[in-house]
């Protein structure tokens, strides 16, 4: 009997060697798969590492595999149908009770110039398809803004709340063309909130003015002449100064804009008095082209309404990635382009992405440093 319960403990022993050798061989072949898999996963974050010192390169080689790019600001799109979308203008207002914004942050190109007092005001322009969920204060109309509007063909939404009696004349004389959606005539798209004080409380969004193009649009697509668009690097600071800030400064303090560029983002982000700029949902908004177009402006009324001359030429500064180009803009005709040319009368290629236009009058300033 005890002969038999050792020779049991002696096989017991022996099929938990054989177990052990059993894992620690199993221990070793998973080992030596997730440990390739490691040290690859290392490799790799070094090469992403070094690579990524050519940030400037990488692009520029991703973007000449971009086929179709779209006319109002350069991206990228799917199809050649997406290139000439149908566009929606917008006035919103940048007084201190409309603040923060809604839509700023999603339109594609933005004009902020001055209106009465030499307060700010913003011209939108979004593709139609845009999703966005809430865009205002919605304010109304000047004469300079659709001289703006009227560059990008007859196909764009002019959303707007009345507007001064020149603008209002203008929109009126059918000849002009202009695809007008004054709230005054169209409260069902647009709503006002509760939670600020006329005339600060207008709003719509991209569902209200699809189904307001989709009803009333012409669908003519017009076409319009783009800006050129490029890739840019980072500035290097070896042939050039590089400026990393820039201030807008139309009224100050209140109406004043400051916009600082991040060679990591590669974007220009926005403050103002209350600090960052951001959307009422939070977004913060960023641009990656800004252009100080410098004009001439007189005051019209006692109300303080201003004539600004936009069918002319004048000084004009791109900043881009850093860089600044100076040179001079010019529009020869109330539908033509506005133009960026540099010192030597080429146009000034543009940065794919959001553009915003700062026109500055007598009144305003710009630096930057």
Known sequence: MIFKRYKANILNYRVIYILAGIIFIAGLILLAIFGNDYFNKKRLSKVVEIDSQNVAEIDTVVSTTCRFTRLLDGVCVDTED????ELVAMMIENHTEARPQSGLAYASVVYEAPVEAN???????????????????????????????????????????????????????SSNNIFDFDEFFNGPYFWRSTDRY?????????????????????????????????????????????????????????YQATWKYSSSTRKYARYQIEGRHLDQDGTAIEADTIIVQKVKSVVLDNVGRLKIDTISSGEVIVFQNGHKEEGTWEKETVTGRTKWLDKSGNEIPLKSGKIWIEVVNERGDVSWK
């Not at 997406?82 to 979308?85: A, I, K, L, R």
């Not at 969920?133 to 004469?143: D, E, F, L, M």
């Not at 699809?210 to 800006?227: L, M, P």
């Open 198 to 254: 006329a005339p600060h409380n207008v709003y719509t969004s991209s569902a209200n003015w699809q189904k307001a193009w989709d009803k009333y649009g012409t669908k003519e697509n017009t076409d319009f002449e783009s800006w050129k668009f490029r890739d840019i690097g980072n500035c290097e600071g070896l042939d050039e100064e590089c400026v990393n800030e820039i201030t807008v400064s139309f009224l100050p303090p209140t």
């Open 82 to 85: 997406d290139t000439n979308p």
């Open 119 to 173: 307060y700010s005001r913003f011209l939108v322009i979004f593709p139609k398809d845009a999703n966005v969920q809430k865009a205002g204060p919605v304010r109304s109309a000047r004469p300079y803004y659709l001289d703006w509007v009227r560059e990008y063909g007859n196909d764009v939404l002019y959303m707007h709340v009345g507007g001064s009696p020149d603008a209002i004349a203008i929109i009126k004389n």
